[in-house]
C-alpha cells in the first residue's frame, strides 16, 4: 500500500463506513451483460478492480466464477468480504487491499478475464491508466476480455466542479471522476482489440451517468 495519504481513498472509506451498500444490494446491469458474455465465453476466473464492496462481485461468486477482487478501501474490502463469509462464498474470493496503481500482484496470463465497473474512471491520469491497462494485458490470457464501463464527456457533470487536471473534475460530493471521450477509449486500448463500444446511462447514486460500455479482447498469440 502506498504510504502518501490518498485524499480520494480516504473519501471511499468515509463513504462505504458511513452508508454501507452505498451502490446498493443488488447487482448492476452492467455486470449482468457482463456476466452473460463471460458466460458465452467459457471464462471461469476473473478479476475485478475497484470491486467496492462487492455488489457485482458477489454475484459473479454465486454463478461460479473465481474472482480476484481489488479495492484500494479497506473498508470496501472488509464489507465484501463479510458478504461472502456470510454467502459461504469464501473459498472462490480472494480479495485485496490494493492501489492498482502499483500494478497488479499475480503473474502472467492467470485469469480468463477482467471486469470492472467505474474503475478506470477514478482519479487516475492517463498514464496510470495507460499501465494498469496494461497489466491487465499481462495477466489475462490470450483471448481473455476485459470488460470496463467508464464515464463520458456526454456525463452532465463532465467540466462541472473543480478540475482535478486531464479530464478530472471533483464534485461537490467530493468525489473526482475521470471523464471519457471516445479517442481516450481507442488509446488506452493499445494492445488489445476493441470488440465493443457503446453507450449507457447508470442510475447509481445520485443521478443518471452517462458510461461507455468497452470490451477489448487480448489477441491470441501469433503462430511462429
Ligand atoms: C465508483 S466506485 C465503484 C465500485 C464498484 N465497482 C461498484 O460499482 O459498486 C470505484 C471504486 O474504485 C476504488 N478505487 C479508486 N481508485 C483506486 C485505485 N487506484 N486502486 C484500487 N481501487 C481504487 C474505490 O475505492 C471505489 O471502491
Known sequence: MRKTLDPQREHWDIVYKSKPDYFGETPSEFARRALS??????AKKIIEL?????????????????????DYSPVAIAHLTQKAKSNQLSESLTAMIHDARDGLPLTDECVDGIFSHMF??????????????????RVMKAGG???????????????????????MWESPQKFV??????????????GYEICHISE??????????????VILRKPEKKKE
Open 50 to 70: 475497484g470491486c467496492g464492496e462487492g455488489r457485482d462481485t458477489i454475484m459473479f461468486l454465486k454463478e461460479s466464477f473465481e474472482v480476484v477482487a481489488f
Open 37 to 42: 458474455f463471460f458466460k458465452g465465453k467459457g
Open 120 to 137: 478506470f474512471t477514478m482519479q487516475l491520469t492517463e498514464k496510470e491508466l495507460d499501465f494498469i491497462f496494461q497489466e491487465c494485458l
Open 200 to 213: 449507457f446511462d447508470d442510475p447509481s447514486p445520485t443521478y443518471i451517468k452517462k458510461l461507455y460500455e
Open 145 to 167: 476480455y476485459n470488460i470496463y464501463s467508464v464515464r463520458n464527456i456526454h456525463d452532465p457533470h463532465y467540466g462541472k466542479g473543480i478540475h482535478r487536471g486531464e479530464d
Open 177 to 190: 471522476v475521470h471523464f471519457f471521450s471516445l479517442e481516450k477509449v481507442k488509446r488506452l486500448a493499445r
